[in-house]
C-alpha cells in the first residue's frame, strides 16, 4: 500500500518564528489534505491541495504531485498554531492515508 | 453551514459491552467515512458508506460495524468492547467523487474500563 511520511516528527519554535513541514508520498494520489489537529484532538481542514500552491493567512501549502511530495509553510508562529499536524493522501478513491504527524510545540 | 456532527462527545463502556456512536453529515454530502484514532496508532480508516451502502472497510475485525440511513447520517457500532477499542473515533463526510475533500466531526473519544 502507499506510504506516507511526514518530516520532522517533532519541531519546537518560538513565537514569530517559521517553520516548513514535509509529506512524502509513495505513489500517486488523488488528492492531498493538510490538518491540524489541536490539543482537544480536533481535526481541523487546512488546505485541499492535490497540486500547486495555496494560500490562507499565516498558512500555505505547496503540492507538487509529480515528484510526491507536499509543504506546509507557517509564518509568524503564534502559540495557538501549537498541536499536530497531518497530511493525508486519497488513495483508491475513497479513504484517507494519514501520514505520522507533525508535532508542533510554539512558545511565548 | 452546520459541519459534521457527532455524538456523544464521550462515551465510557466496560470490557464486553457495545457502543454507538452517531454521525451527521454536512448538508448534501453522501458519503460518510469512519476513522479510529488511537493512542500510539495514528489515524486509521475503518469504514465508508455512501448512498446507504458500505463500500469499504480497512483492517478492522468484524464487531466493528455501522450502516447509514436514508437521511445519510451514520451509525458505527463496535461489539464485545476490547480494551484495546479506546480510542478517539472520527466520522467525516464528502462529496462522492475522488476529488472532494473529506470534512472532519470533533470526534467520539470511546473509553473501555
Known amino acids: 500500500g502507499i506510504q506516507v511520511e511526514q518530516s520532522p516528527p517533532d519541531l519546537i519554535l518560538q513565537e514569530g518564528a517559521n517553520s516548513t513541514l514535509r509529506c512524502n508520498f509513495s505513489?500517486?494520489?488523488?488528492?492531498l489534505q493538510w490538518f491540524h489537529q489541536n490539543p482537544w484532538g480536533q481535526l481541523i481542514n487546512l488546505f485541499y491541495?492535490?497540486?500547486g500552491t495555496k494560500q490562507n493567512g499565516r498558512l500555505s501549502a505547496t503540492t507538487v504531485a509529480t515528484e510526491r511530495y507536499s509543504l506546509l509553510y507557517i509564518s509568524s508562529s503564534q502559540t495557538t498554531d501549537s498541536g499536530v499536524y497531518f497530511c493525508?493522501?486519497?488513495?483508491?478513491?475513497?479513504?484517507?492515508?494519514f501520514g505520522t504527524g507533525t508535532r508542533l510545540q510554539v512558545f511565548p | 453551514e452546520a459541519g459534521v456532527t457527532q455524538s456523544p462527545t464521550h462515551l465510557i463502556k466496560t470490557r464486553g459491552q457495545q457502543a454507538t456512536l452517531r454521525c451527521s453529515p454536512i448538508?448534501?454530502?453522501?458519503?460518510v467515512y469512519w476513522y479510529q484514532q488511537a493512542l500510539g496508532l495514528g489515524l486509521q480508516f475503518l469504514l465508508w458508506?455512501?448512498?446507504?451502502?458500505?463500500?469499504n472497510r480497512g483492517n478492522f475485525p468484524p464487531r466493528f460495524s455501522g450502516r447509514q440511513f436514508p437521511n445519510y447520517s451514520s451509525e458505527l457500532n463496535v461489539n464485545a468492547l476490547e480494551l484495546e477499542d479506546s480510542a478517539l473515533y472520527l466520522c467525516?463526510?464528502?462529496?462522492?467523487?475522488?476529488?472532494?475533500?473529506?470534512?472532519f466531526g470533533d470526534g467520539t473519544r470511546l473509553s473501555i474500563l
Open positions: 467525516a463526510s464528502s462529496f462522492v467523487a475522488s476529488n472532494q475533500p473529506q470534512h
Open positions: 505513489d500517486s494520489v488523488n488528492n
Open positions: 491541495i492535490p497540486s
Open positions: 493525508a493522501v486519497l488513495y483508491n478513491t475513497d479513504k484517507l492515508i
Open positions: 448538508s448534501g454530502h453522501t458519503s
Open positions: 458508506y455512501d448512498e446507504g451502502e458500505e463500500r
